[in-house]
């Protein structure tokens, strides 16, 4: 096994404390006002709230943040949240450079990151709160290929890293021997931007594909891998569609009509879906070191359990543990809630198809936000 102890791209949560599941199903453990949200223990009804919270960062997460967004304005009508799609990384160097009151992000803040919060966030810095769990696909637009490919990770890797470079490859043709492979060449379309997709991704590629894949996990692209970019989530899908032979990673929730690939796990070939995302959750551990209230993970990313997709983000929220004043605080904690409760979820599951937390992953999400404060 193979896990990256601080990198960005710490994320899933062990099956325990996440039994997540995928069409829907879960309780409501604290009848309308776990739905709703309070603001805290000392803050006010979410009702009450008002005011303008400023977010910034994963694109991967504009669907299910614009549902969020639209739902929580419907409980609390004077508040109001505005979100930059600008990328993960951006959006983590815009929260630590005060421009946003919050950051949304597919990857977790590495230990530099989270040091650097403490200076705006307090001594206990900034926390994780995970919003939902996403697979990942590798998706491609072939002509004469209809349907999912299946690859395994050295193949995925070599496509990526530039060393396979036909689709008519051996390589690709041992996974697929039933399928009439064209000649097309192999384009590989990469985000531009510092992204947590990318962080992802290429951890993913790192630890199933160790001897293949060189270089470490990162939210940009390596620079020396000969390949097209494209700025977010929509260009890289956008590029891909409208490129024969082209291939890219981005959230399965969108890629649209874009073909993706059954990645080998254990002896059998698995497609992207909720359930096979938290079937890959089993080998997961908390970040230590950071915030008390802190809820970032770490994913065994080269896990053979079967049934399980292990191409996957968890998106988080990241928020201070103080703010200067009362109405920020009761604003992010109401808004923290609402996007955990489960009505959050179920808007964001219907808007960008990830899989809802558990009751007892959101009750320690509702303990780890009430924990806000005003600076002293």
Not at 52 to 73: C, D, K, P, R, V
Not at 107 to 123: L, N, R, T
Not at 341 to 366: C, I, K, W
Request: charged content about 20%; overall charge negative.
């Amino acid at each position: 096994m193979k896990l990256h102890r601080f990198g960005r791209a710490a994320a899933i949560l062990s099956v325990a404390s996440l039994a997540l599941v995928a069409c829907g199903e879960s309780n409501n453990p604290g009848g309308d006002d776990a739905d709703a949200g309070t603001g805290g223990e000392n803050g006010a009804e979410t009702s009450e709230v008002q005011g303008t919270l400023s977010g910034g960062g994963s694109s991967a997460q504009e669907a299910a943040m614009t549902a969020w967004a639209n739902g929580f304005t419907s409980v609390a009508p004077d508040a109001q949240v505005n979100y930059a799609s600008v990328g993960s990384g951006s959006g983590r160097e815009g929260f630590l450079g005060g421009e946003y009151d919050f950051a949304g992000s597919d990857a977790a803040m590495d230990e530099g990151e989270w040091e650097q919060s403490q200076e705006i966030c307090g001594p206990d810095g900034a926390f994780h709160i995970p919003s939902y769990i996403s697979p990942i696909a590798a998706a491609y637009n072939v002509e004469g290929i209809d349907g999912s490919l299946n690859l395994d990770a050295e193949t995925l890797a070599g496509i990526f890293a530039g060393e396979i470079t036909s689709w008519d490859d051996e390589a690709v043709a041992e996974h697929n021997p039933d399928v009439d492979l064209p000649d097309t060449p192999i384009t590989v379309v990469h985000r531009a931007d510092d992204s947590g997709t990318t962080e992802n991704f290429t951890e993913y590629l790192e630890a199933a594909a160790p001897e293949v894949w060189e270089w470490e996990a990162d939210g940009s692209w390596p620079a020396d891998v000969s390949s097209e970019s494209a700025q977010q989530t929509s260009g890289v899908v956008d590029l891909t569609t409208q490129t024969d032979g082209a291939i890219t990673y981005a959230d399965a929730s969108q890629i649209g009509d874009l073909d993706s690939v059954a990645v080998e796990v254990g002896e059998e070939y698995v497609e992207y879906s909720p359930e096979a995302a938290a079937q890959a959750v089993a080998s997961s551990t908390p970040v230590e070191g950071q915030a008390p209230n802190n809820m970032s993970y770490e994913l065994d990313r080269d896990t053979e359990e079967s049934g399980a997709y292990p191409i996957v983000l968890v998106a988080y929220n990241i928020f201070c543990n103080e703010y200067q004043d009362q109405e920020t605080v009761d604003l992010v904690q109401a808004f923290g809630e609402y996007v955990v409760s489960e009505d959050g979820q179920s808007t964001a599951e219907s808007a960008a198809g990830n899989a809802p937390m558990s009751d007892e992953l959101r009750d320690e999400a509702l303990e780890a936000i009430d924990q806000i404060r005003v600076t002293e």
